[in-house]
């Protein structure tokens, strides 16, 4: 199938450099919180991009950014190569399910999904102490969070995307008893093989506009980057008042694009 490209002429300087600067604002968030994604897709659709598309190019833009920030976590060894490869598998697996399904079915089903489980992390979060570092016990067996949690993110970040890394990371806390830190470090290889795997799929069904995606990656990297480095220095209550924040203003960001702010 032909790759989808709008043409340079039918976008303005003004909205490509305002993409960028979304793209480097999503890389930052990303790589300390996760949710993203939710800044990116309401940019590119206002920006004229079709909503399937848009998909596709977020997961263009937003596999660099994630590819940044693994290499970063591996290169440094805050994660370990050896324990994540499998997970990552497995995180591939459910993505390319899910970006296939999405090909096929309405995403509105999704409308009403999205927005509890933001709810349930930010509660959790806000509620919840705040993790120690240290290694607790985990909840789940090693094969029951790498078969069963880990595909089931990637199933829902190919089908939609938005807050995977904030699932990841929650994942990481409450199943393997693992530190905030930790479990945000361990994400990012995660969300990388989702990414990955739902732009393959994309690209082959040709929903990806190459002219924006492109533009972003240069700015994912960006934040990406300052993200890699403001995370084994900033305060673990600090990261947990991002994912509360990023949760509810991806809560408030949904409702308000499915109109269900105006009901209130």
């Known amino acids: 199938m032909e790759l989808l490209s709008l043409s340079p002429d039918l976008i303005s300087f003004e909205i490509f450099a ?6 480097i604002a999503a890389g930052l968030i990303d790589t300390l919180a996760g ?3 939710l800044i990116v897709l309401p940019a590119l659709i206002m920006s004229g991009i079709p909503p399937l598309q848009a998909l596709g190019t977020n997961k263009l833009q937003g596999t660099m950014g994630t590819a940044t920030a693994t290499l970063m976590m591996v290169k440094s060894k ?3 190569w050896q324990s994540v490869k499998f997970l990552m598998l497995w995180a591939f697996i459910g993505a390319v399910v899910g970006t296939v399904i999405v090909q096929f079915i309405d995403t509105k089903v999704l409308s009403f999904i999205i927005p509890l ?3 349930v992390i930010g509660v959790y979060f806000l509620f919840s102490p705040t993790p120690a570092e240290e290694q607790r016990v985990a909840k789940l067996s090693n094969k029951a969070y790498a078969k069963g949690v880990v ?8 089908m939609f995307g938005p807050g995977t890394g904030s699932f990841f990371a929650l994942a990481g806390v409450t199943g393997k008893g693992m530190g905030l830190i930790a479990a945000t470090a361990e994400a990012k290889p995660l969300n990388f093989a989702t990414n990955i795997a739902s732009l393959i799929v994309f690209v082959m069904a040709g929903q990806v506009v190459w002219t924006v995606g492109i533009l972003m990656m240069f700015g994912q990297v960006i934040g990406a980057w300052l993200g890699s480095h403001c995370l084994f220095s900033i305060n673990p209550k600090h990261i947990k008042a991002i994912v509360v924040f990023m949760c509810f203003a991806m809560l408030v960001k ?11």
């Open 117 to 119: 489980v933001l709810l």
């Open 151 to 158: 595909p089931l993110i990637g199933g829902y970040d190919g």
């Open 35 to 37: 949710g993203g994604g």
């Open 18 to 23: 305002f993409l960028f600067l979304i793209a």
């Open 78 to 80: 805050r994660v370990s």
């Open 254 to 264: 949904y409702a308000d694009s499915m109109g269900w702010v105006s009901l209130f």
